[in-house]
């Protein structure tokens, strides 16, 4: 569990717990923040994926003995999903979360009190003290419709207060009426059903109460009463497990009694409550005159539209995930090289060996995977705070629902899915908006087989190497522009394929039905958003970046170990050599330079000592200028030919004869360039004989029919924590150091030059495609999978994404490099 706050104690003993209720967009969860001054603990409720958030209420700035639930939104007892359902279990007593609730608060949209007042009455027959917090009072007075609280609070027979949750008006009074509500005497039903409802609801709350199960009478009436009117509902089933099939056969007969006096199971209770509901409020509500048309749906008007909301709702896309892309950029880049930073400076604190290795390429490496992820979540979830808070998400999914719907969801899809071609793993977070289960299920699964921005270097990279510029169409785009489109848009067709196949077998199920109330627009409360970002961040980093953190340190040690001395000493005796031979060729230089010198010798005067410490100086700002540079870029070149121009101009101002000059710079470059080999080809020569080089050497034969040999597997093995990382690896394993990035002149040569044993290149667009196929379906991201364990709060769900879309991958490379081979 996240603990968002410090660990304050409250000032008084004797807890006690108080239930917050309320439908969806009621303003719910910004009530909690404000009662509980934004300190709260966040973690699941036992057995399940729904979120759970508690905090103390805070009286007088202080967090008192009374703790405060935030239960899921629910429309109604009747548990249209899991959400209301666990609202009535807890409620009632199955979920021994906490002893007992003491005082229910229920949350009601001034703006849309009539709809809201339906759970209210249904919660009033709990049998637990309950009060009112009349919320958006604002947004009800700003569309003419003035309340009369007083007759309100009269009428249910509870205490109501008006609160305005989002400029914190009338908190205090509501600390004040919960503190004096808590003991009180339990609220009376309002409404009063037919005799025969009555009657059955009654015989039924008997056998329930009287079936060895610890519920109270009013609960055990409340239960009967929903499973009486909802027949297949999931009350009905969960009763009936626990019971025996001896009580659906008791409801049948119940409620054949209820139909045969000529009431509908269907359409009683909204029928009782409604009437009830519309005589009250024709006496509490007071409108400004004629009826007219609300700022909201004045706005609806336009972005629900089929053709205006759609593009409003692109435009807004476009300007979040051009924010993510041109936004998060420089800060991943800023926390990358400073984790790099950092890493190095810690390592240089520890002597060479594998503990300086772990601290660099492990800890740090493993905290900079997860904090890389933290700029695109941060700033889609700023968007989608915003967006929410304000009232527009739910416009969204109204607009998307009827093109979701062709794939078996609703609407509420539609925005994970998009934001997962920025990251899947705040895609995967934004699942939490959809309320049905199996929805939220195949969305998360579906969600990885977008091609997310760590997939793009290695597009980049093959294309690059392999795919020619050739133009189509005219020249409205050449081919590597097309195969990039293919390749997103593969993985757009086959998760239609794979929701498609999840809706009919293993999360098979009805469609429900895609009931939405569309709140009233509002300005969005800024503390509200920032810390809903500042909470997402968080858990992330404390939950799925535990995960990511240790997979990255298992990759390490299966590529660093067993680490044989022999190679250190093999590349120690390289340089060697290629010492002894430079200073062998300086040695002729020199006696050359005496014999034209007549006699005064270079060495002698210490010119050539000088002539390299001024190099060796020139060399290492070279170094510090070009950290992180592509040696293919122009300011690379620039800053190489600066430095070989100064080079040239220490040896030319030592006075040296010209060929002489010439003769040492050119040793110099030699040794140089000899020194930066053995120094590339030393991790390179590591890696080939860690236990990581030798998996790739055993998955050869498995890896053969995609066109693949043992390096390219033994880069995607180690590019399962991040799938860029495949880049750097194949940079280490071709002895070009891991500073290589997708667009490195040096890396695409090597990989064209790359042979298998027999001469034969092992790189062709073949293979490129091949590659391509299986990192566009491959699930090579350990975030990603963290994260989906955090969301289902089960191993069994990653395992399952990882395994088909492993089997998707390998069986879509297979194809792809086997036909395009036959092709060639």
């Given at each position: 569990m996240l603990n968002t706050a410090a660990n304050s104690s409250p000032i008084t003993t004797g807890q006690q717990t108080v239930a917050l209720l309320g439908n969806p967009n009621t303003g719910k969860s910004t009530l909690f923040n404000a009662l509980t001054g934004y300190h709260q603990r966040v973690g699941n409720y036992p057995g399940v994926t729904v979120e759970k958030r508690t905090g103390f209420l805070r009286r007088e700035g202080k967090p008192s003995s009374i703790e405060l639930v935030d239960l899921p939104g629910a429309y109604s007892l009747a548990a249209g999903g899991r959400d209301e359902a666990l609202a009535l279990e807890l409620l009632v007593g199955h979920r021994k979360t906490f002893d007992s609730v003491d005082l229910i608060v229920v949350v009601v949209d001034a703006a849309n009190l009539g709809r809201n007042l339906f759970f209210t009455l249904q919660l009033l027959e709990i049998g637990c003290p309950l009060i009112v917090a009349l919320n958006m009072m604002d947004v009800a007075e700003a569309e003419g419709v003035r309340i009369d609280v007083d007759a309100l609070s009269k009428e249910l027979g509870v205490p109501v207060v008006p609160v305005i949750a989002t400029k914190q008006r009338g908190i205090d009074a509501l600390v004040q009426g919960i503190t004096k509500s808590l003991g009180g005497p339990p609220p009376q039903p309002r409404g009063a059903f037919p005799e025969c409802v009555r009657t059955e609801v009654d015989g039924l709350a008997a056998t329930l109460a009287g079936n060895g199960r610890d519920v109270s009478r009013n609960a055990a009436r409340v239960e009967a009463l929903q499973t009486l009117l909802g027949p297949g509902g999931y009350h009905e089933r969960r009763l009936v497990e626990q019971c025996?099939?001896?009580?659906?056969?008791?409801?049948?007969?119940?409620?054949?009694?209820?139909?045969?006096?000529?009431?509908?199971?269907?359409?009683?209770?909204?029928?009782?409550?409604?009437?009830?509901?519309?005589?009250?409020?024709?006496?509490?509500?007071?409108?400004?005159?004629?009826?007219?048309?609300?700022?909201?749906?004045?706005?609806?008007?336009?972005?629900?539209?089929?053709?205006?909301?759609?593009?409003?709702?692109?435009?807004?896309?476009?300007?979040?995930?051009?924010?993510?892309?041109?936004?998060?950029?420089?800060?991943?880049?800023?926390?990358?090289?400073?984790?790099?930073?950092?890493?190095?400076?810690?390592?240089?604190?520890?002597?060479?060996?594998?503990?300086?290795?772990?601290?660099?390429?492990?800890?740090?490496?493993?905290?900079?995977?997860?904090?890389?992820?933290?700029?695109?979540?941060?700033?889609?979830?700023?968007?989608?705070?915003?967006?929410?808070?304000?009232?527009?998400?739910?416009?969204?999914?109204?607009?998307?629902?009827?093109?979701?719907?062709?794939?078996?969801?609703?609407?509420?899809?539609?925005?994970?899915?998009?934001?997962?071609?920025?990251?899947?793993?705040?895609?995967?977070?934004?699942?939490?908006?959809?309320?049905?289960?199996?929805?939220?299920?195949?969305?998360?699964?579906?969600?990885?087989?977008?091609?997310?921005?760590?997939?793009?270097?290695?597009?980049?990279?093959?294309?690059?190497?392999?795919?020619?510029?050739?133009?189509?169409?005219?020249?409205?785009?050449?081919?590597?522009?097309?195969?990039?489109?293919?390749?997103?848009?593969?993985?757009?067709?086959?998760?239609?394929?794979?929701?498609?196949?999840?809706?009919?077998?293993?999360?098979?199920?009805?469609?429900?039905?895609?009931?939405?109330?569309?709140?009233?627009?509002?300005?969005?409360?800024?503390?509200?958003?920032?810390?809903?970002?500042?909470?997402?961040?968080?858990?992330?980093?404390?939950?799925?970046?535990?995960?990511?953190?240790?997979?990255?340190?298992?990759?390490?040690?299966?590529?660093?170990?067993?680490?044989?001395?022999?190679?250190?000493?093999?590349?120690?005796?390289?340089?060697?050599?290629?010492?002894?031979?430079?200073?062998?060729?300086?040695?002729?230089?020199?006696?050359?330079?005496?014999?034209?010198?007549?006699?005064?010798?270079?060495?002698?005067?210490?010119?050539?000592?000088?002539?390299?410490?001024?190099?060796?100086?020139?060399?290492?700002r070279f170094s510090d200028a070009v950290v992180d540079v592509d040696e293919t870029s122009t300011s690379w070149l620039e800053a190489r030919r600066a430095a070989d121009r100064n080079i040239e101009r220490i040896v030319n101002e030592a006075g040296l004869p010209g060929q002489t000059a010439r003769s040492v710079f050119a040793a110099t470059q030699d040794f140089e360039r000899r020194i930066r080999g053995i120094e590339q080809g030393g991790p390179g020569a590591y890696l080939r004989q860690s236990f990581l080089g030798r998996i790739g050497k055993w998955i050869e034969p498995v890896v053969t029919p995609l066109g693949w040999d043992w390096r390219i597997g033994t880069a995607v093995v180690a590019a399962f924590p991040a799938r860029e990382i495949v880049i750097a690896t194949m940079g280490t394993i071709y002895n070009m150091g891991d500073e290589q990035n997708e667009n490195s002149a040096g890396l695409h040569q090597k990989l064209q030059q790359a042979t298998w044993p027999d001469g034969r290149p092992v790189f062709n667009i073949a293979v490129a495609l091949s590659i391509m196929v299986f990192f566009s379906l491959c699930c090579q991201c350990g975030g990603t999978l963290a994260t989906i364990k955090r969301e289902t709060q089960s191993w069994r769900w990653p395992v399952l994404t990882f395994a088909y879309m492993t089997v998707l991958a390998y069986v879509g490379a297979l194809a792809t490099y086997q036909i395009a081979s036959s092709m060639i």
């Open positions: 025996g099939a001896t009580l659906a056969a008791e409801l049948d007969e119940r409620r054949k009694r209820i139909e045969s006096a000529g009431e509908s199971l269907v359409e009683v209770e909204a029928r009782v409550r409604y009437a009830w509901i519309d005589d009250v409020i024709g006496r509490v509500v007071i409108s400004s005159g004629t009826p007219r048309r609300t700022k909201s749906e004045t706005i609806d008007r336009l972005v629900t539209h089929r053709v205006a909301g759609l593009t409003i709702f692109v435009l807004l896309m476009t300007v979040c995930f051009q924010a993510i892309y041109s936004g998060a950029g420089p800060l991943m880049e800023t926390i990358d090289s400073g984790l790099t930073v950092a890493g190095q400076t810690v390592a240089s604190w520890v002597p060479q060996g594998p503990i300086q290795s772990l601290l660099a390429n492990g800890v740090f490496a493993g905290v900079g995977a997860v904090l890389a992820f933290l700029p695109q979540i941060l700033i889609l979830f700023l968007f989608l705070a915003v967006l929410e808070d304000c009232g527009y998400m739910a416009r969204t999914a109204f607009l998307l629902d009827r093109w979701m719907g062709f794939v078996g969801l609703n609407g509420n899809s539609f925005v994970p899915l998009l934001s997962s071609f920025a990251c899947a793993v705040p895609g995967i977070l934004a699942t939490r908006t959809i309320e049905d289960r199996r929805d939220r299920l195949v969305t998360i699964l579906i969600a990885p087989l977008m091609s997310c921005s760590a997939r793009l270097p290695v597009y980049i990279l093959m294309i690059g190497a392999f795919v020619p510029a050739r133009p189509l169409l005219g020249g409205l785009i050449t081919l590597q522009a097309a195969l990039l489109l293919g390749l997103y848009l593969s993985g757009i067709v086959v998760a239609i394929a794979v929701a498609l196949f999840l809706k009919k077998t293993f999360l098979r199920g009805e469609t429900p039905s895609f009931f939405m109330e569309m709140p009233s627009y509002k300005w969005p409360s800024v503390k509200t958003v920032l810390y809903r970002v500042y909470a997402q961040g968080r858990e992330f980093c404390a939950s799925a970046g535990t995960i990511i953190v240790a997979v990255t340190i298992v990759v390490w040690a299966l590529g660093y170990y067993p680490h044989p001395p022999s190679i250190a000493a093999k590349h120690q005796a390289m340089e060697t050599a290629a010492k002894a031979d430079y200073q062998q060729q300086l040695d002729r230089i020199a006696r050359t330079f005496d014999a034209n010198a007549e006699g005064e010798s270079i060495a002698n005067h210490g010119k050539v000592a000088e002539i390299l410490a001024e190099i060796e100086r020139t060399e290492d």
